[in-house]
């Protein structure tokens, strides 16, 4: 099925209209689909409001810090202003953008050694906490605590404090 443009009207002021096309006539009301989510992110979009939900479905679904794809999905989940603090670093991350690339360049420097695995997530709507591990094949790495809060306004991450074991 082909869809046509569109032509739609709209009043600015009494007497002044502006024009503008569509390419998808039902995108204002449904949404622009030109992209397709993943089942965790439309999951994440139902259940926008709780922390915990948002961090299972990041780590264990989207695989967020041991994935191109799930680190991508973590960078979308995330306020624009985000501040992640990672312990390993000197100073905190801040920025979507900052944030992405960081978590982009730990899953490339992680490639072929091991997987991430959550062991434990507390209950929250706004903020969370959870344990993991860093695991190969053959033994258990790195182990460490994660806090994620909310922006109350949007719902997305803007506070990220990764600590690892010494």
């Known amino acids: 099925m082909r869809v046509l443009p569109v032509l739609a009207l709209a009043a600015t002021a009494p007497t002044a209209w502006t024009f503008s096309f569509s390419s998808n006539p039902l995108a204002s009301i449904f949404g622009d689909s030109s992209s397709s ?21 990041l780590v264990v679904e989207e695989n967020c810090f041991a994935s191109t794809d799930g680190a991508v999905a973590f960078g979308e989940a995330c306020d624009v202003n985000v501040i992640y603090e990672d312990c390993y670093e000197p100073q905190p991350i801040v920025g979507k953008t900052a944030v992405t690339n960081h978590l982009l360049a730990k899953v490339a420097s992680r490639q072929e050694k091991g997987g991430f695995r959550l062991d434990r997530i507390s209950d929250g709507d706004r903020a969370c906490g959870f344990a993991w591990t860093w695991t190969t094949d053959t033994e258990e790495g790195l182990r460490g605590t994660t806090f994620v809060e909310l922006n109350p306004e949007n719902g997305k991450i803007f506070f990220v404090r990764e600590i690892p074991e010494p």
């Open 37 to 57: 989510p993943s089942a965790a992110a439309k999951r994440r979009d139902s259940r926008r409001t709780r922390a915990k939900d948002i961090v299972t479905d």
